[in-house]
């Protein structure tokens, strides 16, 4: 009786402090805030690492999707399954790194997803980022050993660290990213 007491006042508390706080999900009894936004430091990684690294390699790459809500990845999922159209992903809503804030997609603005996959995917592993793998090749992610249960639990890997410091001066200078500067710490392997 007692701990059905209990039960009850923890899914009666996180009941009303999700009223309060609508950027919170109930899951199991605890509070658990509902992303809505990339993560920080995973777009840090995106912006000061993949993306420069990649233009000194000769490619000229844009992210194409960040982040996702629920309801966004809801939608998508439904095309070509619900709605009309093609199948897009196979990630329902929460299984999906973008509805975290720690995937992006991404394309080239010259070539558009006529690239070598292959070279890009190391560079993005020389920056700690994960590829999708063969069947979603503009996929970027960085789940750190992570299933996308530990996400939406509430888990969060360590922080992204850079491979080179100079990232970061180049990076807020607004100055470009050189191969010499790649060079003092460490070129990614091809
Ligand atoms: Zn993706």
């Known amino acids: ?20 706080f609508p950027k919170l999900v ?21 912006n000061e690492c993949f993306l420069p690294t990649a233009a000194i390699y000769g490619y000229d790459p844009y992210i194409t999707s960040g982040f996702r809500s629920m309801a966004d990845q809801a939608k998508l ?7 009309s159209g093609t199948i897009i992903t196979e990630a329902p809503p929460g299984h999906s790194l973008h509805n975290y804030g720690y995937a992006v997609d991404v ?15 190391k560079i993005a592993a020389y920056c700690h980022l994960e590829s999708g793998g063969p069947g979603d090749l503009p996929h ?6 992570l299933s996308t249960n530990d996400f939406a639990s509430g888990k969060r890997p360590p922080p992204l660290l850079l491979p080179c410091p ?25």
């Open 1 to 20: 009786m007692k701990i059905a007491i209990s039960i009850l006042i923890v899914v009666m508390l996180a009941f009303v402090g999700s009223l309060f």
């Open 26 to 46: 109930i899951i199991s009894g605890s509070l658990i805030p509902i992303p809505t936004d990339m993560n920080q430091n995973f777009l840090d990684q995106v």
């Open 77 to 83: 999922y439904s095309e070509g399954r619900t709605a």
């Open 107 to 121: 394309a080239d603005r010259k070539n558009g997803y006529t690239i070598d996959w292959t070279k890009l995917i």
């Open 140 to 145: 970027f992610e960085y789940r750190g050993g």
């Open 166 to 190: 100079v990232m970061i001066e180049r990076a807020r200078s607004g100055q470009s990213l050189t191969l010499a500067d790649l060079k003092k710490c460490g070129t990614p392997e091809f």
